[in-house]
């Protein structure tokens, strides 16, 4: 008896036929108990949340300035202490000097730029002024906690304050006096030493005897050259000179300076400012005399400053003044 078969009937026996035994034997696997299924240790987790970042000892360093300068608030306002009431008078902090990028670079071990620089800073000001009311307040052990957390971002002369500029304007060992000046866009640096000559007629002048002298040669060099050189113009030769003429010194020093930058006229004010404040550290009893002559004098840095320039911006701009309200009539 023949039985008719179709195409779809045989299609659908394939999946009857017997299975590979390597197939059947991967299927039926049972791992050994003996095999470690542990897998690894789990790595230890990172003491701050800054290990993630791309500068993780910066922000290290912000984290832990933040929260001391919370913590520090917290501890002043406890205490009532903070924040101070508005009718009083703002406590004015010592001025504090802080590393530079560059050495913060070298102690944090990454790159400080002027942005990430400045963010520190501001941080580092807020928790001195703190320091500050906490010393005013009585709080020394909240002085000496903040002193620790500023101590690696502090200078040594962080007490001096405006004394640590003057360190340049001294006498050193060879008795010659420096001083820096600035004029307009020019800067320049004298050294001013008495002459061998005019030291006897110094030393006469001081203790007032009587008695002829005369005027000794002195040389004032400008860049390596002679003054006359430098200075084509009599009246930049003036400016410069103006300090010793007008003190009666003129002849009793020899000056040598360096300077930069702007034109003559500015390079001329900048020397001459430097050889009035390199004299007023030579010779104190000059100092009247320089500040009724041209210069101010102030008491503490013992820095002076040209009374025309101060003059010369005055004038320049009520004269604008004065043009553009003749504009404004003029349109109206």
């Given at each position: 008896?023949?039985f008719?078969c179709s195409?779809?009937?045989l299609r659908?026996l394939q999946h009857?036929?017997?299975?590979?035994?390597?197939?059947?034997a991967?299927?039926?696997?049972?791992?050994?108990?003996s095999?470690?299924?542990?897998?690894?240790?789990?790595?230890?987790?990172p003491s701050?949340p800054a290990?993630?970042?791309?500068?993780?000892?910066?922000?290290?360093a912000?984290?832990?300035?933040s929260?001391?300068?919370?913590?520090a608030?917290?501890s002043?306002?406890?205490?009532y202490?903070?924040p101070?009431p508005s009718t009083?008078?703002?406590?004015?902090?010592?001025?504090a000097?802080?590393?530079?990028?560059?050495t913060l670079?070298?102690l944090?071990?990454?790159?400080?730029?002027?942005?990430?620089?400045r963010?520190?800073?501001?941080l580092?000001?807020?928790?001195?002024?703190?320091?500050?009311?906490a010393?005013?307040?009585?709080?020394?052990?909240?002085?000496?906690?903040l002193?620790?957390?500023l101590?690696?971002?502090?200078?040594e002369?962080r007490?001096?304050?405006?004394?640590a500029?003057e360190?340049?304007?001294k006498?050193?060992e060879?008795?010659r006096?420096?001083?820096?000046?600035?004029?307009?866009?020019?800067?320049a640096r004298v050294?001013m030493?008495?002459?061998k000559?005019?030291s006897?007629?110094l030393?006469?002048?001081?203790?007032e005897?009587?008695?002829?002298?005369?005027?000794?040669t002195?040389?004032?060099?400008?860049?390596?050259?002679p003054?006359?050189?430098?200075?084509?113009?009599?009246?930049?030769r003036?400016?410069v000179?103006?300090s010793?003429?007008?003190?009666?010194?003129?002849?009793g020093?020899?000056v040598?300076?360096?300077?930069?930058?702007?034109?003559?006229?500015?390079?001329?004010?900048?020397v001459?400012?430097a050889?009035a404040?390199?004299?007023?550290i030579?010779?104190e009893d000059?100092?009247e005399?320089?500040?009724a002559?041209?210069y101010?004098?102030?008491?503490?840095?013992?820095s002076?400053m040209?009374?025309?320039?101060?003059?010369?911006r005055?004038?320049d701009g009520r004269?604008?003044k004065?043009?553009?309200?003749?504009?404004?009539k003029?349109?109206?």
């Amino acid at each position: 008896m023949a039985f008719a078969c179709s195409s779809t009937s045989l299609r659908g026996l394939q999946h009857l036929r017997p299975v590979p035994a390597s197939i059947r034997a991967a299927s039926t696997y049972t791992p050994s108990q003996s095999s470690d299924t542990r897998g690894l240790p789990r790595r230890p987790r990172p003491s701050s949340p800054a290990f993630f970042t791309g500068r993780p000892t910066y922000h290290e360093a912000l984290l832990s300035l933040s929260s001391t300068l919370k913590e520090a608030q917290q501890s002043l306002r406890q205490d009532y202490i903070f924040p101070l009431p508005s009718t009083l008078p703002t406590l004015q902090p010592p001025r504090a000097s802080w590393h530079s990028a560059a050495t913060l670079t070298t102690l944090l071990r990454t790159n400080i730029k002027t942005n990430s620089h400045r963010e520190i800073v501001g941080l580092l000001n807020e928790i001195n002024a703190l320091r500050h009311v906490a010393n005013v307040s009585g709080r020394f052990e909240l002085v000496g906690r903040l002193d620790d957390a500023l101590g690696m971002y502090e200078r040594e002369e962080r007490d001096e304050g405006v004394e640590a500029k003057e360190v340049k304007s001294k006498i050193d060992e060879f008795g010659r006096a420096y001083a820096t000046g600035r004029r307009k866009e020019s800067s320049a640096r004298v050294w001013m030493i008495p002459t061998k000559e005019a030291s006897s007629i110094l030393d006469q002048a001081k203790t007032e005897t009587e008695g002829e002298a005369t005027i000794p040669t002195t040389q004032v060099l400008i860049n390596h050259l002679p003054l006359a050189t430098h200075f084509e113009k009599t009246s930049d030769r003036d400016t410069v000179l103006r300090s010793l003429r007008i003190t009666g010194l003129l002849g009793g020093y020899n000056v040598f300076a360096l300077v930069r930058g702007g034109g003559t006229s500015g390079q001329a004010g900048a020397v001459g400012l430097a050889m009035a404040r390199a004299l007023a550290i030579l010779r104190e009893d000059v100092k009247e005399v320089l500040t009724a002559g041209m210069y101010l004098c102030f008491e503490k840095s013992v820095s002076l400053m040209i009374r025309w320039s101060i003059d010369a911006r005055y004038e320049d701009g009520r004269e604008e003044k004065d043009r553009s309200g003749k504009g404004q009539k003029g349109s109206e």
